[in-house]
């Protein structure tokens, strides 16, 4: 009897516990929830789950699915996936053994799925997100970009002349709204507005084309937005905010490169999981590298791209004094998540202070918004035209932009040395161009820009080559 009633009492204490059976110890708990979206590229599917899953995904053919098997977990009552929608023709579920609850996506076509988990937010479960991406061929990445240039040195000695790709990452959205005005402005419109304006500026210029990280409110982790534009084999990459502080007085536009420390984390991550991680643009692998030559390929991956996200952000901020206020008159630099690609020249621009009433206002305001991206590409266009990566049009056709008139309007904080290093000429072309006695110039005059005959700095070689933030 003593033997049963421990026996009892054993069983008893572990249901109370919620141990119950070994299958409860890792159950996923209810699905409570299904959600479908079209998310720019690819179809979004968001699963939203009682505990964190156990799961496991694979892709059958003819027809094509996607399988998602999730152990010890069960439908939550009153469960109906969200409407189909992208390459998501149905949602079916099953449970093909005991303790395992399997849901199947009925797809147009063959896809290549990514997946990470959400942990808990406010009020909510935790989140299994799957992204149905196009599928490549065998060896390629998927890409965004649908232009179809290539980046290949064989391309490059064929002749064909590639677009500059120029990354744009609104921030926040979806659950993440980012910051709030006085007035109720998020800050996650703010930036989807401003990116969208940018994207159409930098579409018109030659030679240049834009992809839009983010296309609408949906919240995308920060590692994938900077993945998603290595992926894109972008040269560039421009995260866009609008700041907030305390203070509502605070004011003015900053320019962010990511600091030594966040470049020293990154490295770290990258060599720890090399075996894992795709190649560095242009071909460079890491899985089949001793540690030391390993660490020595990424350090100068890095210090070339940290260099050439220096010098594009200093124009940028220069262009966006013309604009307006800028709250520091440097380059400034932070741990930022999104700035970590070791690869891709990236920078964060606060545009203004949303905090500000006054800021808010112009960031509300059309004219302004476009003001403002005027001014980016007008810094992202100095730069590669000055410094154009090989095999580009902007490359192709760099004499012809050297031997055109270029003007360049002065502002604050500008000097007549400054100007002729960003333009890549001489102080004395200059001074001889605009008949000037002296080195003063005035805010706001406008200066002609003559020809270069040599660049004053060193060509960036494109990267390809050679403690979390919540940005």
Same mark, same amino acid.
């Given at each position: 009897m003593r033997r049963y009633s421990a026996l009892w009492l054993t069983l008893?204490?572990?249901?109370?516990?919620?141990?119950?059976?070994?299958?409860?110890?890792?159950?996923?708990?209810?699905?409570?929830?299904?959600?479908?979206?079209?998310?720019?590229?690819?179809?979004?599917?968001?699963?939203?789950?009682?505990?964190?899953?156990?799961?496991?995904?694979?892709?059958?053919?003819?027809?094509?699915?996607?399988?998602?098997?999730?152990?010890?977990?069960?439908?939550?009552?009153?469960?109906?996936?969200?409407?189909?929608?992208?390459?998501?023709?149905?949602?079916?579920?099953?449970?093909?053994?005991?303790?395992?609850?399997?849901?199947?996506?009925?797809?147009?076509?063959?896809?290549?799925?990514?997946?990470?988990?959400?942990?808990?937010?406010?009020?909510?479960?935790?989140?299994?997100?799957?992204?149905?991406?196009?599928?490549?061929?065998?060896?390629?990445?998927?890409?965004?970009?649908?232009?179809?240039?290539?980046?290949?040195?064989?391309? =490059?000695?064929?002749?064909?002349?590639?677009?500059?790709? =120029?990354? =744009?990452?609104?921030?926040?959205?979806?659950?993440?709204?980012?910051?709030?005005?006085?007035?109720?402005?998020?800050?996650?419109?703010?930036?989807?507005?401003?990116?969208?304006?940018?994207?159409?500026?930098?579409?018109?210029?030659?030679?240049?084309?834009?992809?839009?990280?983010?296309?609408?409110?949906?919240?995308?982790?920060?590692?994938?937005?900077?993945?998603?534009?290595?992926?894109?084999?972008?040269?560039?990459?421009?995260?866009?905010?609008?700041?907030?502080?305390?203070?509502?007085?605070?004011?003015?536009?900053?320019?962010?490169?990511?600091?030594?420390?966040?470049?020293?984390?990154?490295?770290?991550?990258?060599?720890?999981?090399?075996?894992?991680?795709?190649?560095?643009?242009?071909?460079?692998?890491?899985?089949?590298?001793?540690?030391?030559?390993?660490?020595?390929?990424?350090?100068?991956?890095?210090?070339?791209?940290?260099?050439?996200?220096e010098d594009v952000a200093n124009n940028v901020l220069n262009a966006l004094?013309?604009?307006?206020?800028?709250?520091?008159?440097?380059?400034?630099?932070?741990?930022?998540?999104?700035?970590r690609s070791p690869d891709v020249p990236s920078m964060l621009i606060e545009?203004?202070?949303?905090?500000?009433?006054?800021?808010?206002?112009?960031?509300?305001?059309?004219?302004?918004?476009?003001?403002?991206?005027?001014?980016?590409?007008?810094?992202?266009?100095?730069?590669?035209?000055?410094?154009?990566?090989?095999?580009?049009?902007?490359?192709?056709?760099?004499?012809?932009?050297?031997?055109?008139?270029?003007?360049?309007?002065?502002?604050?904080?500008?000097?007549?040395?400054?100007?002729?290093?960003?333009?890549?000429?001489?102080?004395?072309?200059?001074?001889?161009?605009?008949?000037?006695?002296?080195?003063?110039?005035? =805010?706001?005059?406008?200066?002609?820009?003559?020809?270069?005959?040599?660049?004053?700095?060193?060509?960036?070689?494109?990267?390809?080559?050679?403690?979390?933030?919540?940005?």
């Amino acid at each position: 009897m003593r033997r049963y009633s421990a026996l009892w009492l054993t069983l008893t204490l572990a249901s109370m516990l919620g141990l119950g059976t070994p299958d409860r110890a890792w159950a996923a708990g209810e699905l409570r929830a299904l959600g479908l979206l079209e998310a720019g590229d690819h179809t979004r599917v968001e699963l939203t789950l009682a505990r964190q899953p156990d799961y496991k995904i694979f892709t059958l053919d003819n027809p094509h699915r996607l399988v998602l098997d999730l152990r010890g977990a069960e439908l939550g009552a009153g469960f109906t996936p969200g409407p189909a929608t992208g390459v998501v023709l149905g949602v079916r579920t099953g449970k093909p053994e005991p303790g395992q609850l399997r849901v199947v996506l009925d797809l147009v076509e063959g896809v290549q799925p990514r997946s990470y988990l959400i942990p808990p937010g406010q009020g909510g479960g935790h989140r299994l997100v799957v992204e149905l991406h196009g599928a490549a061929a065998p060896g390629q990445r998927a890409s965004p970009v649908a232009s179809g240039k290539p980046r290949t040195v064989e391309d =490059i000695v064929q002749g064909q002349q590639r677009d500059l790709i =120029i990354a =744009i990452d609104a921030g926040h959205g979806g659950r993440d709204p980012g910051a709030r005005g006085p007035a109720g402005t998020w800050e996650k419109n703010i930036t989807l507005a401003v990116s969208r304006e940018l994207a159409n500026k930098i579409d018109a210029e030659p030679g240049m084309k834009a992809v839009l990280i983010r296309t609408g409110d949906y919240f995308i982790p920060l590692q994938q937005r900077y993945r998603k534009a290595r992926e894109a084999r972008a040269d560039l990459f421009i995260s866009i905010h609008a700041d907030a502080f305390h203070k509502p007085t605070a004011a003015g536009a900053s320019v962010f490169v990511l600091s030594r420390h966040g470049a020293s984390s990154e490295a770290a991550r990258w060599l720890a999981d090399r075996e894992n991680a795709a190649d560095l643009v242009g071909g460079v692998k890491l899985d089949d590298k001793d540690n030391t030559l390993a660490a020595v390929l990424l350090d100068l991956s890095q210090s070339a791209t940290m260099k050439a996200s220096e010098d594009v952000a200093n124009n940028v901020l220069n262009a966006l004094k013309r604009v307006g206020k800028t709250h520091k008159p440097q380059v400034e630099r932070a741990n930022f998540v999104v700035l970590r690609s070791p690869d891709v020249p990236s920078m964060l621009i606060e545009t203004a202070f949303i905090s500000n009433p006054g800021e808010e206002r112009k960031l509300n305001d059309p004219v302004y918004r476009r003001r403002l991206a005027e001014a980016i590409r007008d810094g992202v266009r100095d730069y590669f035209h000055a410094q154009p990566p090989p095999g580009t049009w902007i490359a192709a056709n760099a004499d012809r932009h050297r031997g055109g008139i270029r003007e360049h309007i002065v502002a604050r904080g500008d000097t007549l040395s400054s100007i002729a290093a960003r333009h890549g000429v001489t102080v004395a072309q200059l001074r001889s161009a605009n008949r000037l006695q002296g080195d003063v110039v005035r =805010i706001g005059q406008r200066l002609s820009i003559p020809a270069a005959t040599a660049s004053t700095g060193g060509s960036v070689t494109s990267p390809s080559v050679g403690a979390a933030s919540t940005r």
